[in-house]
C-alpha cells in the first residue's frame, strides 16, 4: 500500500537503537525524553501560503531528521509503523 502525505505533513520511519547501560539494563530510545531520530519515507505536496501559492517542503524522502518524542499521529501499514508528522515538528535534518 503507497500513502502519501497531504499539506505539510511528511511520514518517517524511527529509528530504534537500543542503548545499553552498565548495569546491563537496556533502554530503548522510545523511552528516553531526547529527540528521536526518524528516516523521512513520503513528503507531501507542501504548505500553502496566503496567496495560495505551495511552498514546497525542505525535507526530502531518504533524509535522516530528530523529531520530538510524542509529535506525530502513529500508524502501522502492512506491519511497519510509521509517524506522520507536521514539517514544523522536525527539529532537525541530520546531515
Given at each position: 500500500?503507497?500513502?502519501?502525505?497531504?499539506?505539510?505533513?511528511?511520514?518517517?520511519?524511527?529509528?530504534?537503537?537500543?542503548?545499553?547501560?552498565?548495569?546491563?539494563?537496556?533502554?530503548?530510545d522510545?523511552?528516553?525524553?531526547?529527540?528521536?531520530?526518524?528516516?523521512?519515507?513520503?513528503?507531501?505536496p507542501?504548505?500553502?501560503?496566503?496567496?495560495?501559492?505551495?511552498?514546497?517542503?525542505?525535507?526530502?524522502?531518504?533524509?535522516?531528521?530528530?523529531?520530538?518524542?510524542?509529535?506525530?499521529?502513529?500508524?502501522?501499514?502492512?506491519?511497519?509503523?510509521?509517524?506522520i508528522?507536521?514539517?514544523?515538528?522536525?527539529?532537525?535534518?541530520?546531515?
Amino acid at each position: 500500500m503507497k500513502v502519501r502525505p497531504l499539506s505539510d505533513r511528511i511520514m518517517v520511519k524511527r529509528i530504534d537503537e537500543a542503548e545499553q547501560v552498565k548495569g546491563g539494563i537496556i533502554i530503548p530510545d522510545t523511552a528516553k525524553e531526547t529527540p528521536q531520530e526518524a528516516e523521512v519515507v513520503s513528503v507531501g505536496p507542501g504548505k500553502r501560503n496566503k496567496n495560495g501559492d505551495v511552498i514546497a517542503s525542505e525535507v526530502k524522502v531518504g533524509e535522516k531528521v530528530l523529531i520530538g518524542k510524542y509529535g506525530g499521529t502513529e500508524i502501522e501499514i502492512e506491519g511497519t509503523e510509521y509517524v506522520i508528522v507536521n514539517e514544523d515538528d522536525i527539529l532537525a535534518i541530520i546531515q
